[in-house]
């Protein structure tokens, strides 16, 4: 399960870099599972593929969630170079546009702002963020009780 296939960005607060991986990692990852004599498989397929038994040989299904257009854009290439067929799980309001992915929406908030006051239910937290350090206790507290 990955999320995000792209370059390095290089940006100064970015907690949400957890979730990427670069191309050449995800190059690299496909190298590591067919030295180790994986199958690439399809998703739909892994019903059957595991009814096979326990002398099958091991197989590997790579998806990625939340629709990330470089998923397209980068991953699909790299994919497509081996041969190896890719799930892409598409929540339908972001996809519409109707909703924002909750933890990008919250960076970008956090990254602009020189404080962010937010209430929770009966809650209230003001946070100072001016330094990266700030930034990043409240992007992690907020997020947490999100």
């Known amino acids: 399960m990955l999320h995000n296939v792209a370059p390095e960005a290089g940006c100064d607060f ?11 990692f995800l190059e690299r990852v496909i190298g590591f599972a067919i030295s180790l004599s994986f199958d690439p498989f399809a998703l739909d397929g892994v019903p059957a593929r595991l009814t096979v038994g326990k ?7 790579f998806t990625f969630d939340d629709d990330y257009r470089n998923n397209i854009d980068s991953a699909s290439q790299i994919l497509r170079k081996h041969n190896i067929p ?15 992915l909750l933890w990008l ?37 907020i997020y947490w009780t999100l």
């Not at 970015?14 to 050449?24: A, D, F, G, M, V």
Request: proline share 7%; hydrophobic share 40%.
């Open 14 to 24: 970015e907690p949400n870099r957890i979730l990427r991986i670069t191309p050449e």
């Open 55 to 61: 002398d099958a040989k091991p197989f590997v299904v």
């Open 86 to 100: 890719m799930a892409i799980y598409v929540p339908s309001n972001f996809a519409d546009g109707k909703n924002d």
């Open 105 to 141: 929406a919250l960076e970008i908030a956090v990254r602009r702002s020189p404080s962010v006051v937010i209430e929770l239910g009966c809650d209230r937290f003001h946070f100072s963020i001016r330094t990266n350090e700030e930034k990043a206790r409240a992007f992690l507290q």
